[in-house]
């Protein structure tokens, strides 16, 4: 009876955060929308730029910011290098109105460094490979006449890719989006798209030295003021699709900081979150669902028959399915099932993973992503 109750505790978590979650938050999208008021503003901007060995991206990001449509007189362009040495000291000096260099730290303290030099009653933070929209600015700015926004996230377009692997990384981010939407239709999302989100001057607060997600720790800084933090995907901005190792890197680092922000905003756990339901049910529970895995397949080996042979063949068959996706050929229709498969695997095992951020240094969570 104990192992029945234990696969079906793990299986109903499972459901619950994957597909019964979403459809509540559709249901209460609809019911219990809450309109922002846009009205273009030309307010002063600070565009903040954290770089660490950018060299070959750069100057395409530099113009990319240089050509948005938003008067150049409001714009105050800082870049921080963070103890580069490939030649990003010098494009940045060149093209920013303040470079500042600072010594080999990480991204959080080279964001307090460029923080202390801002100038505009916006601050954008966007990172060094994605291009942005012409009109992206204009557009996360118009939110803030709205004086109930207090950090406003635009939307990361990944390009479509060559493979279906990546076709399924983007499956997921679809879905992840989707999510963020309805999240800020209700009152606000958990955090911000890290290359493309704003936020008020007055609510930016310092980050602590090794954050791994600096947009989810200053979003939710002007989130416990009282403020909304709010999604708008008329903001883009775009990136080429990662491969899936590069991915699972990827998402050991965001989740690894996750632990962090409940270790920082401690209240994000209690009823005096306004959101409480959602930070439990979306990102708390993204992190137990390894876990929750684990359970339904530990489970498995005592359940009853028929059950035992039933869950264990449906569970060894999607782990063959997962495992045989890397050596089926590109365009094999079997990859449109096994892709998916061997994708949702490695994000499973990149969460599990992220809880090492318990004891290994936050150094070790910062890799480069290739494109």
């Known amino acids: 009876m104990t192992a029945i ?69 409001l714009l105050q362009v800082i870049v921080i290098s963070d103890g580069s040495t ?16 600072v010594p080999p730290g990480g991204k959080a303290l080279a ?25 992206s600015l204009r557009q996360l700015v118009s939110c803030f006449a709205d004086p109930r926004v207090g950090a406003a996230s635009g939307e990361l377009i990944i390009l479509d890719g060559k493979t279906q692997g990546e076709a399924s990384i983007g499956l997921y981010w679809r879905y992840e989006k989707w999510i963020r ?11 911000a798209t890290g290359c493309i989100y704003a936020m008020r001057r007055e609510l930016a607060v310092a980050l602590p030295a090794g954050t791994l997600v600096d947009d989810m720790y200053l979003p939710l800084a002007a989130f416990f003021r009282g403020y909304r933090v709010i999604f708008d995907p008329t903001a883009k901005a775009f990136d080429y699709p990662t491969a899936l190792d590069a991915e699972f890197r990827r998402k050991v680092r965001t989740q690894a900081g996750v632990y962090q922000i409940i270790g920082a905003y401690p209240q994000l756990l209690g009823l005096e979150n306004r959101m409480w339901i959602d930070f ?92």
């Open 86 to 101: 490939d030649g990003t000291d010098e494009i940045g000096a060149e093209l920013a109105d303040c470079f500042v260099r």
């Open 181 to 191: 939407n309805r999240l800020s239709q209700i009152d606000s999302v958990m955090g």
């Open 280 to 371: 439990v049910s979306h990102k708390l529970g993204r992190l137990l669902l390894p876990y929750a895995c684990l359970l339904m397949a530990g489970s498995s080996f005592w359940l009853p028959q028929p059950w035992r042979t039933l869950a264990l063949a449906a569970q060894g068959l999607f782990g063959m399915l997962a495992l045989a996706d890397g050596w089926l050929p590109e365009g094999s229709r079997l990859k449109r099932l096994t892709s998916p498969l061997r994708t949702f695997v490695v994000l499973m095992a990149a969460v599990f993973c992220a809880g090492s951020v318990l004891f290994l240094p936050h150094d070790y969570f910062w890799k480069e992503t290739k494109r």
């Open 111 to 135: 964001l307090n460094a460029g923080i202390a030099k801002v100038t505009g009653e916006i601050l954008f933070f966007t990172d060094v490979r994605q291009p942005l929209a012409a009109d």
């Open 5 to 73: 109750v234990l696969f079906f505790f793990g299986a109903a978590f499972l459901v619950y955060v994957l597909s019964g979650y979403p459809l509540l938050l559709a249901v209460r999208a609809r019911l219990f929308s809450r309109p922002i008021r846009k009205v273009e503003e030309w307010k002063t901007v600070s565009v903040v730029l954290a770089v660490k060995n950018g060299k070959k991206f750069l100057r395409a990001k530099l113009e990319s910011i240089l050509a948005l449509d938003y008067p150049r007189e």
